[in-house]
Each structure stands twice: as C-alpha cells, then as structure tokens.
C-alpha cells in the first residue's frame, strides 16, 4: 500500500522533486539535499537552475530582511529572474544608499548587504557577474577619472568584499563597468536610481557552453522590489 502510494505521489510531483528523489536513492548522502524549501545546509549539492531560480531569490529576500536598517533600504534593492539568471540591484539615492556620493568606497549599509549576498551566494557552485553603472551626469572630481572608472570602482570593490566573506575566489568571473551606457531610466538619465550595481547568479551551464555573458546587461525592466510598494524616484 505504501509502494502504490509513493508512485502515485511521484506522478504528480514536479520534475525537479522526481530528480531529487530519484538521486536519493542513487546517492542518499548527496543528492538528496536538492529537496526542501531551504537552501540552508545544502552547500555545493544545491544546483540553481532554470527550475529552481525562485527558490534562491526567496532565500536572498528572507535573509536581506535580517540587515540592520533594512526598512530604509528595501526600496533600493530589486531582484528579477532573467536569461541570464537571477540580477540583483543594488540602487543608489540622491543623497547616496550603498556608497558614498562619488566615491568607489561602500558605506556601512552597502557593506552589510554585499556581506550578507557574499554569504548566502558563497554556498553555490553558480558563478557570478558584478556590474557597476553610474547615470549620465558627468564625474566631475578630474579628467583622469570618470564615471567609466566609477562604475568598475565599484563593482571591484564589491567583488573584494564578498570574496572576503564567502564567495569562492574564482566564483566571481566577470566584473563590468557600464558608466551611463545602461541606464535603467533611459528616459531619466540623471535619475538616481541609474547609479547602481548589479550582481547576477548565473545559471549552470554544460561543459563546453559558455554563460550569457552580458546579454542581460541591456536596460533592465524592473523585477521584483522588496518593498511592497514600489518607491518614488528621489530627486536628483
């Protein structure tokens, strides 16, 4: 009666739930982790993929909200699934969110949510993508630095810190610096929000298949914002 019961369970479950159990009985130590509505304890076992993309953003947006002020950064902060995989962007402010007005340097709000992506996004074997993008004010602080080396600035300053606090040291496979050349307000580029950095988990590909490689670095349409409202756009 309990054999007739798991098939009949086993037909109805999703794919992924019957690769799971079907890797349980191949490997009950390894696999078998791949189950469940956590990736808590999973380590390199769990896989994110097409499938299973949501499940990841769920666990970021649920450890996001144990950050200290997370309350006055959540209109900040959006993820969205993409082609490339799941984009997270860090948005700053007129008056500065996650780093110091024209400065490469993050600030203590910024530090804690790196640290704490660093932290979940380390438990993945995905590789991961740091962009940096600026709005199209011009940097006015000499000619030999502009928003070009403000936007790689900050990814790489990113990239250390997670690399600091969990992230694999060859995780981390490309760091983009876009200046203004893709601004998420194309009808606002002075727009606060245009200043911003992106960091994308990647999905797994096959040997021999390279990632997207940057095919979602065109102009973002907004995803999923953790406020419940989406904010008002600050003045500049």
Same mark, same amino acid.
């Given at each position: 009666?309990?054999?007739? /019961?798991? &098939?009949?369970?086993?037909?109805? #479950?999703?794919?992924?739930i019957?690769?799971?159990?079907?890797?349980?009985?191949? =490997?009950?130590?390894?696999?078998?982790?791949?189950?469940?509505s956590?990736? #808590?304890?999973?380590?390199?076992? /769990?896989?994110?993929?097409?499938? $299973?993309?949501?499940?990841?953003?769920?666990?970021?947006?649920?450890?996001?909200?144990?950050?200290?002020? /997370?309350?006055?950064?959540k =209109? +900040?902060?959006?993820?969205?699934?993409?082609n490339?995989?799941?984009?997270?962007?860090?948005?700053?402010?007129?008056?500065?969110? /996650?780093?110091?007005?024209?400065?490469?340097?993050?600030?203590?709000?910024?530090? =804690?949510?790196? &640290? &704490?992506?660093?932290?979940?996004?380390?438990?993945?074997?995905?590789?991961? #993508?740091?962009?940096? +993008?600026?709005? #199209?004010?011009?940097?006015?602080?000499? !000619? $030999?630095?502009?928003?070009?080396?403000?936007?790689?600035? !900050?990814?790489?300053?990113?990239?250390?810190?997670?690399?600091? $606090?969990? @992230?694999?040291?060859?995780?981390?496979?490309?760091?983009?610096?876009?200046?203004?050349? !893709?601004?998420?307000?194309?009808?606002?580029?002075?727009?606060?929000s245009? !200043?911003?950095?992106?960091?994308? &988990?990647?999905?797994? @590909?096959?040997?021999?298949?390279?990632?997207?490689?940057?095919?979602?670095?065109?102009? @973002?349409?907004?995803?999923?914002?953790?406020?419940?409202?989406?904010?008002?756009?600050?003045? +500049?």
């Amino acid at each position: 009666m309990m054999a007739l /019961f798991i &098939v009949l369970w086993l037909t109805n #479950a999703s794919k992924p739930i019957r690769e799971a159990v079907a890797g349980y009985f191949k =490997d009950p130590l390894g696999t078998s982790t791949k189950v469940g509505s956590s990736m #808590a304890g999973v380590g390199d076992n /769990f896989i994110v993929n097409k499938e $299973n993309m949501d499940l990841l953003k769920q666990q970021l947006e649920k450890a996001i909200r144990e950050v200290p002020n /997370f309350d006055k950064l959540k =209109d +900040h902060i959006e993820m969205t699934i993409t082609n490339e995989g799941l984009r997270i962007e860090l948005m700053e402010s007129a008056k500065g969110t /996650f780093y110091d007005i024209g400065s490469p340097n993050l600030n203590t709000d910024g530090r =804690d949510i790196v &640290v &704490v992506l660093a932290q979940e996004l380390g438990k993945l074997p995905n590789r991961l #993508a740091i962009e940096g +993008h600026t709005d #199209a004010k011009s940097y006015s602080k000499g !000619r $030999n630095y502009s928003n070009w080396e403000l936007s790689a600035d !900050r990814a790489n300053a990113a990239r250390r810190l997670m690399q600091m $606090n969990g @992230v694999g040291e060859n995780q981390v496979t490309q760091v983009r610096g876009f200046a203004d050349q !893709r601004l998420r307000k194309a009808a606002a580029p002075m727009d606060p929000s245009n !200043r911003r950095i992106s960091v994308i &988990v990647q999905y797994m @590909v096959k040997p021999g298949e390279e990632a997207a490689g940057g095919a979602d670095a065109a102009p @973002v349409a907004p995803g999923t914002n953790m406020s419940d409202s989406k904010p008002a756009a600050p003045p +500049h």
